[in-house]
């Protein structure tokens, strides 16, 4: 029997949620599964502009205009109108019967958003806000991620949604250590290492490959700047020259008119080289990623310094080596541990040469990437007992009452009230301007 009321609601908020692949729509589905195994039923906000298989498959609603994470210039303007608009659409988009959930996730949350949450969930009584799950990607100074402060200090998004609701109500997860030192000071409680639930927490046999022929490298993802995409063709040529029986292959979803180049560059750079150029779905995914025996994750070290990998956490739960700069944080213990291959520097040929290592040490790397993948699922902590007890926190001061659909509407009607002053108080202002 579940431990919570089937009544109870998971609301699921990623404004990235849009297409049938990727980890967006892992973490969606994962999250899904787990909180109605825990007795919730739930609910998903997504991108505007969610395909068809999205919301069909995942019931998931596109509510959002604004992207995954913070966009702009980089200003105070810029980052007050992404909240404002994003608080506006979860107004619009919530309902009496969804307008108090129990619990609310954010699979991938940056500032913004948790500052558009915490202005929405300022509409009701402290006694009817819910508990947040939240993971935080991206470090403090990621500039999409970044919140401008005003002169004299300001208040960032996480530190008004950590307010907002209150101790113990807001369990905050990062992917590596450098992201939560970075954001030690934000939130009133610890911040807690865990995988993204995109990866995180899922039932993952380790495998351990059988000795038979040279290793399949593979790497994985949208060409973007920060993922080393172009290093692969003079990599994949320096390494197949040494070891011609090493076989190479590529998931490389094209984002811009020279990545098509690109990818005939890659496919053409040795003869044993398999090149996929298109989006693949969940099954498709992971059977690519099941068949390869080292991941190669290039990323700039200067971009993913402190961020994590979504992939790397994949590869760890299979027991899968990786080849990865040492300056990116996510694989700083694998490479401790000898669980994955460094590069000596950044670029083709320090990527090659690190092929090369991976390929000679292989069975050892791969002994221990498989002993550690066992580990962690021993160790792993349940996402749904991070779920229940954060729905279950106590609030403040009182129980949840009856009637919160009136509660909503009144303060959505409060809210509306209020911006038709704000419009009028500005147009009254600049007619003042044009008359003086």
Wanted: aromatic fraction near 6%; charged fraction near 20%; include cysteine.
């Amino acid at each position: 029997m579940s431990e919570t009321s089937p009544n109870r609601t998971c609301l699921i908020i990623d404004p990235g949620l849009r297409v049938s692949s990727g980890h967006h729509l892992n973490a969606a589905r994962h999250i899904v599964e787990t909180a109605r195994d825990a007795g919730f039923r739930t609910r998903i906000l997504a991108s505007r502009f969610a395909s068809g298989a999205v919301r069909g498959g995942l019931g998931a609603e596109p509510v959002f205009t604004n992207s995954a994470y913070s966009v702009g210039d980089g200003s105070q303007a810029s980052y007050d109108r992404y909240a404002a608009t994003t608080s506006d659409a979860l107004i619009s988009a919530m309902g009496p019967d969804f307008s108090v959930p129990e619990l609310i996730v954010l699979p991938t949350a940056d500032a913004a958003l948790a500052e558009a949450l915490a202005g929405y969930l300022a509409l009701f009584p402290a006694d009817l806000r819910p508990g947040v799950v939240a993971w935080l990607l991206l470090p403090r100074d990621f500039l999409r991620m970044n919140t401008p402060e005003p002169d004299g200090g300001g208040v960032r998004g996480f530190q008004r949604l950590d307010a907002a609701l209150g101790p113990g109500r807001l369990a905050v997860f990062v992917e590596t250590e450098a992201v939560q030192a970075s954001f030690a000071k934000d939130f009133s409680a610890p911040i807690q290492i865990a995988p993204s639930p995109s990866t995180a927490l899922q039932t993952v046999t380790p495998r351990r490959r059988a000795a038979a022929g040279a290793p399949v490298f593979s790497a994985f993802g949208h060409i973007r700047p920060g993922k080393g995409f172009e290093l692969l063709p003079g990599a994949i040529a320096a390494a197949a020259a040494k070891r011609p029986d090493i076989a190479f292959r590529i998931h490389a979803t094209p984002n811009a008119p020279d990545h098509p180049a690109l990818l005939a560059a890659i496919e053409q750079a040795a003869d044993n080289v398999e090149v996929i150029g298109h989006e693949l779905d969940g099954p498709a995914y992971e059977a690519l990623l099941h068949g390869a025996d080292v991941a190669i994750l290039p990323y700039d070290p200067e971009i993913y310094r402190e961020r994590g990998s979504g992939i790397f956490n994949e590869c760890e739960q299979l027991g899968t080596p990786v080849i990865a700069p040492s300056g990116c944080s996510f694989a700083t213990s694998a490479i401790a541990d000898g669980r994955a291959v460094p590069m000596d520097g950044y670029g083709p040929e320090a990527l090659g040469a690190a092929i090369i290592v991976a390929a000679d040490q292989f069975e050892a790397l791969s002994a221990r990437c498989y002993d550690h993948a066992v580990r962690l699922q021993d160790g792993v902590q349940s996402l749904g007992r991070v779920l229940r007890a954060t729905a279950n926190a106590p609030i403040s001061g009182a129980t949840r009452p009856a009637g919160a659909g009136r509660v909503f509407w009144r303060a959505r009607i409060l809210h509306r009230l209020r911006e038709l002053a704000r419009i009028g108080t500005i147009r009254k202002a600049r007619t003042l301007d044009r008359n003086a």
